[in-house]
């Protein structure tokens, strides 16, 4: 699988609390995936712990504007557990839902937080590694 760094949404991100990816995707910078379906891949690259019992939602968001001030949600992943969040772990790989206006981002939601620790990325692809070399 091939990431381009103009479609990254988070890279290896740290996350403890809400927050949003640290890259919004312009979609209207198609480059070589112009055309083409985009596929959206979220990924554990720390595996999450907390003092509780914590839970992370993942949302994918689209906007007209980059402040997301009136964000419409694309796909949600519902709040996940820390004992599923295992570093390696793909949260989601699967088509760009239809519906995404200009800016594309992943917001991600702490629940019974802080986490103590986290890392996540997020990216558009046009080819999704599906085989396992583990």
């Known amino acids: 699988m091939i990431i381009d760094k103009e479609l990254l949404m988070s890279d290896k991100q740290i996350v403890t609390a809400n927050t ?30 907390a003092d509780g019992a914590a839970t992370v939602t993942f949302a994918l968001e689209t906007d007209d504007n980059t402040e997301f001030s009136t ?5 949600s992943s519902g ?31 702490v629940g019974t937080g802080p986490l103590t620790k986290g890392k996540f990325s997020a990216f558009l692809t046009n080819g999704v590694q599906k085989n396992s070399f583990m």
């Open 79 to 109: 709040a996940l557990g820390k004992a599923t969040l295992v570093n390696g772990y793909t949260v989601f790989s699967g088509k760009l839902p239809r519906g995404a206006e200009r800016y594309v981002r992943v917001n991600y939601t």
């Open 71 to 75: 964000p419409k949600t694309l796909w």
């Open 20 to 49: 949003p990816s640290a890259d919004v995707i312009d979609m209207s910078r198609g480059g070589d995936a112009e055309g083409k379906p985009l596929e959206v891949v979220i990924q554990v690259n720390e595996t999450v712990t």
